[in-house]
């Protein structure tokens, strides 16, 4: 793929992203009664990670089915035709869920809300977003690599590492700003 390929492809990913989110933030900001009873199950979840409700083991598990059925059907379809049409659907999916879960915070805590948010991204989208990026570069090349096999490995490991990250950072950085 050529460098202004890659460009217009990212500039798309992050057009659906934001029109996504826009549509997410909507739909929260017209729904938010609906949602009234979440942030509280949300506090109780939080609070009964910190007792120790909740094994390691369930956590991770947790966390790996989330975020391993959107990754895994990506690399399903992308020997499929609608692989391309699957990589804007999850983009534009991302983008509602980022775009609700900003106003669900925010609406529910104030400005700690943001907080709240970037909390729940940090640290494992730092792992998480270059290696869905690199997913679908790898997916619209087309192109055999020649260690493919090791980079299948070092993408799940990757994407495993992510899940750590996520019950071992985000978990307890949410629970400390809840606290506050």
Known sequence: MRQSEKIRSLQKIALLFLIGFFFGSIFYYFF?????????????????WSRGEYSFAYEYLQSVWNHGKYFALL?????????????RVFTIYT???N??????????????GILLY???????CLVLL???LFSFSLINEGRRHKHRIPLYIL??????????????CNLPIME???QQ
Request: proline share 3%.
């Open 32 to 48: 938010q009664n609906s949602f009234e009873e979440l942030m509280s199950q949300t506090e109780d979840s939080l609070s009964g």
């Open 75 to 87: 690399w399903l379809l992308s020997v499929s035709r609608i692989a391309k049409i699957y990589q």
């Open 95 to 97: 983008g509602i869920r």
């Open 99 to 112: 775009g609700f879960l900003v106003l669900f915070f925010v609406f529910g805590r104030g400005w700690k």
């Open 118 to 124: 970037l909390a729940s991204l940090f640290p494992h």
């Open 130 to 132: 270059p290696l869905y």
């Open 155 to 168: 993408i799940a490991l990757l994407f495993f590492f992510a899940c750590l990250l996520e019950c071992k």
């Open 176 to 178: 400390a700003i809840f």
